[in-house]
């Protein structure tokens, strides 16, 4: 399931799109990520010359993750904003080693990404699905509520630090001997 727009379809002046729950566009292509959590995906699509086009726009939704300090499960809260430059998709010849090269040239550093359309559509169920899907956090954990306590569990967080991975082995001091014997001599 996939929800595509016909690039053809989006006026010179260019288009906005007001995507959720109701509305149903992502229903299907974000049920593995949130389920049936409600979603807004507001965008706006526009022509920037005769095959390029300017997509911005934001996610919003929770995904369901486990608080890293207790475990209880809770909705992070996912609030994500996208600039992108849709271009056709490109055919490279085989072994160039400008394949990953984005075609426009002049955009300044940390511009807008690029991604390809293919035969005038676009997949921006695909497209919103990875924003989501890379939104989620490494480490997930409940807000701070107002006392400094975990939000979910109540448990004081403030002047504590908690480790959600194990605990590393407490590295020995290196005596520079030993790093020494390490070295092989070839
Ligand atoms: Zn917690």
């Not at 990953?100 to 997949?123: A, C, I, M, R, W």
């Not at 899907?133 to 306590?149: I, K, M, S, T, V």
Request: hydrophobic share 30%.
């Amino acid at each position: 399931m996939s929800m595509k727009i016909n690039l053809t379809e989006v006026p010179e002046e260019g288009r906005s799109y007001h995507w959720n729950r109701e509305t149903g566009e992502l229903n299907a292509v974000l049920n593995d990520l949130i389920g049936n959590t409600s979603h807004e995906a507001d965008f706006f699509i526009k022509p920037l010359n005769s095959k390029d086009f300017e997509l911005t726009g934001t996610v919003r939704t929770k995904l369901p993750e486990q608080c890293g300090r207790c475990g209880i499960d809770f909705a992070f809260p996912i609030n994500e904003k996208y600039h992108e430059i849709l271009i056709p998709k490109q055919n490279q010849p085989r072994n160039s080693k400008y394949s990953k090269v984005n075609h426009v040239s002049d955009l300044p550093q940390g511009g807008p990404e690029t991604s390809e359309y293919e035969g005038n559509l676009f997949d921006m169920g695909e497209f919103l699905h990875e924003v989501v899907a890379l939104a989620a956090p490494f480490n997930p954990a409940g807000p701070e509520d107002e006392n400094g306590d975990c939000s979910i569990c109540k448990i004081p967080v403030k002047g504590r630090s908690f480790s959600y991975d194990e605990k590393m082995p407490e590295e020995k001091p290196q005596n520079p001997f030993n790093v020494l014997k390490n070295i092989k001599l070839n």
